[in-house]
C-alpha cells in the first residue's frame, strides 16, 4: 500500500499537489500534516495537525485512529503498525 506524506498544503503549490494525489490512483491515501487542518474532505485525505516540532515523537497510529469514524482506515493503521516494528 503506497501512502503519501505532505506537508504545507494551505499554500498554493501544496495545495494543487494535494489535488493532484487525491486523484491519482498511485496513493491509496494521503496524509496532510500541518499546524491546522484544510476545510476539505476526501475519502482518500487523512489530515493531522499539530506541532512540526514534534512530529518524530507523534503516535501515528493513535492520530489517524483519531480521524477514524467508523473503523474505514483499520488497513492504513495495520501499515503504520508494520512499519514501526
Not at 9 to 30: I, N, P, W
Not at 31 to 49: D, E, F, M, P, T
Not at 63 to 83: F, M, R, T
Amino acid at each position: 500500500m503506497n501512502i503519501a506524506l505532505i506537508s504545507g498544503t494551505s499554500g498554493l503549490v501544496g495545495m494543487q499537489l494535494l489535488h493532484q494525489l487525491l486523484q491519482g490512483k498511485e496513493y491509496a491515501y494521503v496524509l496532510s500534516v500541518g499546524r491546522r487542518k484544510l476545510a476539505l474532505k476526501h475519502a482518500k485525505l487523512i489530515q493531522i495537525a499539530g506541532d512540526l516540532f514534534k512530529i518524530n515523537s507523534w503516535n501515528w497510529q493513535d492520530l489517524v485512529n483519531a480521524q477514524s469514524l467508523g473503523g474505514e482506515y483499520h488497513v492504513l493503521i495495520d501499515a503504520i503498525a508494520e512499519k514501526n516494528c
